[in-house]
């Protein structure tokens, strides 16, 4: 039973209101990888980096558990490159410049060895890649989880289309689920896109918390509010990590364990905001973990007898 | 043990991307009565209206339990009127006339028969009013509620911060807070506008929920995820009659208590948007609110164990 996770490993640069950080590490499935990796291991990684990835950062995820075999290696191209600025409520932002590099034709190959995941998280990736590992995997995964931008409805739409066929929770920010839907209230957007594939969908509201939807059911968490978001890069993907990988863990992929899972994850992801890039994720403890899990159970707890 | 509420009762005009309304009763202290009736009788409400206010509305409060003993009926002016226009968001709206009428000139009158209110809610109105009746009561009450606005901020912030000092409870949403505060933070906005007075605050921010702060305690509820929101028009006011409405039924100012009462004041808050200005709020059931208290309990319990 482990978690196979797909995504890009890359180099980012960010600006805020609060600062602005030098090129650093970033990329979904590097996100994912720290956060997961504290509920469960090993994680098979699938992504490919240029010759300028540094080592020292391969072999700290090595060091985390998480099997490097599905990374390639492209010894003459470089890493993917994103650089951003966001705007003062961090909700929103303007990318200033996009390199793909590796990404422009980037074919994944799943390793023999990552054939008994069961767990199959896709981190935002251009859909026609997600989908060939879907292909390549031998057995259908227990639970495939898809993220995915609005970069992709914008310029690959009937691929994502098909990728969602083939999924059973989907992630996606409110814009993105308003996009996808053609529909503005969130609550209509999800019954359309659970009509698209997935089952289940999150809706990811940055500050102002997530939904998970599934049949009539709804569940909300919040964000824990916080004196300052200094950087929201990679928040989604931390989230996304925490979810996946309270799910592995505990092995029970049942709706009312999901809502723990989005727990899990809104925790991850309050900790990923604090510092740049994946910075506040690598030395977090389960102490740690558990004390911002509690943080989030007295923020949202009451009592109240209906007589 | 009785509930005071201080506000107006109006007339609205509102257009929103679903329709428009004709001229439809309205203002602070009408929904806060049709809010807080669910909870606790009898209401002892203070405002002014003019010769044009339908005697039908005030008996219909007056059925519902609401005194009316301290609202003045001028002859021969004009009952406050506001027009306004929401955008897609439903969180922002333009005002498109405002006409103060008996509003301009008002000196609110507390009864006699008022004096022995333990609870006042001091409705969305003209800071020196609201300062009038805190002067006015003989015995200080048990709890003190607030209301305001940005608009109040920006033409008599001494008068709205004299009036802070004395209350116990300020209810603002998320942009007056800002506004109040100069933080963009609500963790710190929160912080800085306990030191002026009030020991708790509640941060609405509309359809993103709401936040309620004591010292370094924070507590959230959401807002209900809704198909349609239909008018947004004193979904706050009606929030704030639930909160009051609540505590005052309960006898218990605790913290812990004030937390139900958020959800309750949400509860009753997801019902207003449902329709044009009061009209859902008139018909509804105790069997309707438990429900929707209920649904508030799916939307946000989870299970963890941290082990």
């Known amino acids: 039973m482990s978690l196979l996770v797909v995504g890009s490993m890359a180099f980012d640069a960010i600006e805020t209101p609060f600062g602005k950080s030098d090129r650093i590490i970033g990329g979904a499935a590097t ?3 720290w956060s997961a990796s504290n509920f469960t291991k090993p994680i098979k990684q699938i992504s490919v980096v240029g ?3 540094p080592q020292e950062e391969l072999d700290a995820l090595s060091a985390r558990g998480v099997n490097l075999e599905g990374v390639q290696i492209k010894k003459d191209e470089k890493s993917f490159f994103w650089s951003g600025k966001y705007h003062m409520d961090m909700n929103t932002r303007d990318t200033l410049d996009t390199q793909l590099n590796v990404l422009a034709n980037f074919v994944p190959t799943v390793p023999d060895s990552y054939q008994d ?3 199959l998280m896709l981190g935002n990736l251009v859909p026609a890649v997600q989908m060939s590992v879907i292909e390549q995997l031998k057995n259908r995964p227990k639970l495939i989880v898809m993220d995915t931008m609005n970069f992709w409805m914008e310029i690959a739409l009937d691929d994502l289309k098909n990728v969602l066929t083939h999924v ?3 992630l996606v ?3 993105e689920a308003r996009e996808l839907s053609h529909e503005y209230s969130l609550v209509k957007a999800a019954k359309k896109i659970m009509t698209m594939g997935p089952k289940y969908l999150i809706i990811k509201k940055g500050e102002h918390g997530a939904l998970l939807f599934h049949g009539d059911n709804v569940f909300f968490a919040p964000a ?3 004196e300052d978001v200094f950087d929201p890069t990679g928040a989604g993907d931390t989230f996304a990590g925490g979810f996946i990988g309270h799910l592995v863990r505990t ?3 049942s709706f009312d364990n999901m809502k723990t899972a989005i727990i899990v994850g809104s925790a991850m992801a ?3 905001v604090e510092k740049f890039g994946t910075e506040r994720l690598r030395g977090l403890t389960k102490d740690d973990i558990d004390g911002r899990i509690r943080q989030f159970q007295e923020l949202v707890n009451f009592d109240i007898e209906l007589v």
């Open 224 to 226: 824990l509010p916080l």
């Open 117 to 119: 995941c069961e767990f």
């Open 251 to 253: 092995k029970d992929i």
């Open 270 to 272: 309050s900790f990923c």
């Open 51 to 53: 010759y300028d990835f």
């Open 31 to 33: 996100y994912i990888a």
């Open 168 to 170: 059973d929770v989907l």
């Open 173 to 175: 920010n409110d814009s």
